[in-house]
């Protein structure tokens, strides 16, 4: 009877971290889209559609963090990796939160990004949203087999280090446009917006790196 | 033949001896479990009792009977001090600091009354029960490696869920602290009653068909002793247990209590030994073994694996000093107090 307990808990634990990290691969592909419609379109249906679903996505994966808090404590599961565990939910959850804040950035300022410019900011989005992809696919390695996790890691710092490259073109680009220079501050703000999940990601990345080799010993 | 009350007094040192053994080695089996918080220290107490009184009663008689062909006492007040300076010498150790096991002790003090009662000290059983205190922390170190190697190939290819694995590890850690409990009882209970099983001091008790000898009536009043030790002073022992092996990972407890248990069990087990005679293999005696050194062996098994480096010698070097003062220390206090029971209490002590 203990043990039916012990593994219902343990179930429905296993399943709040799957859905947690459902949360965040799923929101990286909402924010490339949401992205791609603004450089498209500016701020139409679509793009609000797109911001609420993102919210929508950050909502879930807090009060999912909150669930498997209190289920790591009252219940008092994993408690030599409750500490790793906690950390690497709650440094995660913070990339949901810069994709939410880059894309109300987006809606409340409406940067006036040029047609020259879109592809730069294309691939700067889809390189941070691999980063992302693959942090995901990375942490729910680490539950299972985090003698794996390195190779996950090792194209999340790939991507991070790609974006950098993309982004330092990006901003030298806008600065030898013929625009403004409020406008051109305005533009480089997006660029690392959008660079700075990226660079979130990595440090996730660094610290599951840790908690990995923890696990190993 | 009626029960004398007398024969109570001269129980209390063994049955002392036996709440000190469930209050220190109860937190070899179950104190990392309780110290990383992986079980409540109220189950540990309980499973851990049930299985100590299981253990001394079903399979407790082998190891009692090595240690009488070492020194067969004949008299009440001769066992009775036997028991209380393997008592005192644990005592003291373990106020000065120094880790200190019972096996270690009782036969020391047996040893003491075999020099005061001028009797030959059995040098075949001596010798067997002392190769069994390098053996054992050798072989639970042995075990240890061999079970965390295997265990490290499992996990990497069954890829189970952090969560599942842990609730795995919990399971496993409460079979584990059963076996060990049961070992326990199975294998130190020679400790704590081993000295009055050949003088008979209880009458055999009749309910119904079934007849309890003295010998089984002995067994179940140290198997509940340790029991009682279990109960009222452990907790703070499995404290300071698991925070000691704060270091080792919850795999790492675990595999060292399956270790210290198989060990304890193999060096208890009437079962296996029948069946190694059967096959015509060399048998393994059955002798108490110190169930603390037996722990410390899977440690140590378990550093190695990580480098020498990770190896407290200065810790190792005290538990081999321990090892080494304690018979020695319960020899003299046996001697000196039968000396001081038969000359100036005038009691019969051999």
């Known amino acids: ?217 | 033949m009626l029960f004398d009350p007398l024969v109570l007094l001269f129980l209390s040192s063994g049955l002392f001896l036996g709440w000190a053994l469930g209050a220190n080695d109860a937190a070899n089996v179950f104190g990392t479990a309780v110290g990383t918080k992986m079980l409540s220290w109220r189950s540990a107490a309980i499973i851990c009792s049930l299985f100590v009184v299981l253990g001394a009663v079903i399979s407790g008689a082998g190891t009692t009977h090595t240690l009488g062909k070492l020194g067969a006492i004949s008299a009440l007040p001769g066992a009775f001090m036997t028991a209380l300076s393997a008592a005192l010498a644990v005592f003291s150790m373990t106020r000065a600091g120094l880790p200190v096991s019972t096996s270690q002790a009782i036969v020391g003090a047996i040893i003491g009354w075999n020099f005061f009662s001028n009797n030959p000290t059995d040098s075949v059983v001596l010798t067997k029960i002392l190769s069994t205190w390098i053996i054992c922390p050798i072989l639970s170190g042995v075990i240890a490696i061999i079970l965390i190697k295997a265990f490290k190939f499992c996990a990497k290819r069954l890829s189970v869920h952090m969560v599942f694995a842990d609730a795995y590890k919990r399971i496993a850690l409460i079979l584990a602290g059963a076996l060990g409990a049961y070992s326990l009882g199975a294998n130190n209970i020679a400790n704590v009653v081993g000295v009055f099983i050949p003088v008979q001091p209880i009458p055999p008790l009749t309910i119904g068909t079934f007849v309890f000898s003295s010998g089984q009536q002995l067994l179940l009043l140290g198997g509940l002793a340790i029991a009682l030790g279990v109960f009222t002073y452990s907790k703070k022992v499995m404290m300071t247990v698991g925070d000691q092996l704060g270091n080792l990972s919850a795999t790492a407890a675990l595999i060292a209590v399956i270790s210290h248990s198989v060990v304890l069990f193999i060096f208890a087990s009437r079962g296996l030994e029948a069946w190694l005679s059967n096959m015509g293999l060399p048998t393994i005696p059955l002798v108490p073994v110190s169930s603390s050194q037996a722990l410390v062996g899977a440690v140590v098994g378990i550093s190695i694996l990580q480098g020498l480096s990770a190896i407290r010698w200065m810790v190792l070097g005290k538990i081999v000093f321990g090892w080494i003062v304690t018979p020695i220390l319960a020899c003299f206090v046996c001697f000196m107090g039968l000396f001081f029971l038969q000359n100036v209490f005038g009691l019969t002590v051999l």
């Not at chain 1, 043990?3 to 179930?11: D, I, N």
């Not at chain 1, 790591?72 to 565990?85: C, E, K």
């Not at chain 1, 696919?137 to 999340?156: E, T």
Request: glycine fraction near 4%; charged fraction near 30%; charge should be negative.
């Open chain 1, 1 to 217: 009877m203990i043990s039916a307990r012990l593994f219902r808990r343990t179930k429905e634990l296993e399943s709040q971290v799957d859905k947690f990290f459902d949360q965040l691969s799923e929101a990286a592909v909402i924010y490339r889209l949401a992205v791609r419609g603004y450089l498209r379109a500016g701020v139409s249906e679509e793009f609000t559609a797109r911001l609420e679903h993102v919210c929508a996505k950050e909502t879930e994966a807090d009060s999912l963090r909150r669930q498997i808090e209190h289920a790591l404590y009252t219940n008092l599961l994993i408690p030599d990796s409750r500490g790793d565990v906690l950390g690497l939910i709650e440094t995660a959850d913070e990339i949901l939160s810069l994709f939410k804040s880059s894309l109300w950035a987006f809606e409340v300022e409406t940067p006036e990004i040029h047609k020259d410019l879109n592809a730069g900011y294309r691939r700067l989005t889809n390189m941070v949203v691999k980063s992302v992809d693959e942090l995901a696919a990375g942490c729910r390695v680490f539950f299972r087999s985090p003698h794996l996790v390195s190779s996950y890691n090792a194209k999340v710092t790939l991507y991070e280090k790609e974006a950098d490259k993309i982004s330092y073109a990006l901003k030298k680009q806008i600065f030898s446009s013929e625009s403004g220079l409020a406008e051109k501050i305005h533009l480089r703000e997006f660029v690392d917006h959008i660079d700075a999940i990226a660079d979130q990601a990595e440090d996730v990345a660094d610290r599951l790196t840790i908690y990995a080799v923890k696990r190993q010993s």
